[in-house]
């Protein structure tokens, strides 16, 4: 059975959008990476090295390095959120045919993101996707509680009245997927093409995960993935 007929149930669709909807090839998350560790330089009073393994630890632990340091430095995630996401959006290229790809999928379209709004609304907008979702949930609407946390999930699906049997994440992290997993959501996985490589990236975070359990799919091209759906689809709506 191919994916496209083992997907045919789905009515909700829900994607991260860090390196998901964008390539992590165009380097815009790397501009998020050096300001978070600017931050914690500042927060905590470090020197770069220190301050970059405390980055990566509470990244890896704590779904974000925001929630480290809430829960260790009781910092203000509003001004985290500002000072993180104050980058250049140039690197995102617009991209009609994953935007057409997602335009056809039958049903809902959701944004689920550890970023805030106005985040995830830039990067929509240099895709050409701004008004592409039905919404959008980010990391103020889970009360700064991120994926992989279970409750960001429950608020999530609970808000959007998604039900987890019928829908389907996408999200290039692999821990992010076993919660929507054992919640009976399909998932992919979203890898970055190539052999890709960066100092700024860890190994944990490009690791390939489709002999888990959690990933029922990967794919290095989303638009290629997507597409493959649409005869399945339509056939199904007809």
Known sequence: MSHAQKLSHITDWVFDVDNTLYPRTCNLFAQIDTLITKY???????????????????????????????????IDPDHYLSFVHDIDYAPVD???????????????????????????????????????????????????????????????????????TRAIMFDDLEKNLK?????????????????FVHDQVDQWELDRADHRDHVHHVTDNLVTFLEALQPVATAEMS
């Open 40 to 74: 914690v330089m500042e927060a905590t009073g470090l020197a770069f090295e220190p301050a970059r393994k405390m980055q990566k630890d509470y990244y890896r632990d704590h779904g974000t390095t925001l929630n480290g340091l809430m829960l260790t430095r009781g």
């Open 94 to 164: 617009p991209h009609p045919e994953l935007v057409a790809a997602i335009k056809a999928l039958p049903g809902r379209k959701f944004i689920f993101t550890n970023a805030d709004n106005g985040h995830a609304a830039a990067v929509l907008a240099r895709l050409g996707g701004a008004d592409l979702f039905d919404g959008m949930f980010d990391i103020r609407a889970s009360g700064f509680k991120p994926k992989p946390e279970r409750s960001a999930y429950e608020l999530c699906f609970e808000s959007f009245g998604i039900d987890p």
């Open 179 to 195: 919660v929507p997993h054992e919640m009976g959501l399909a998932t992919v996985h979203v890898l970055p093409s190539g052999d």
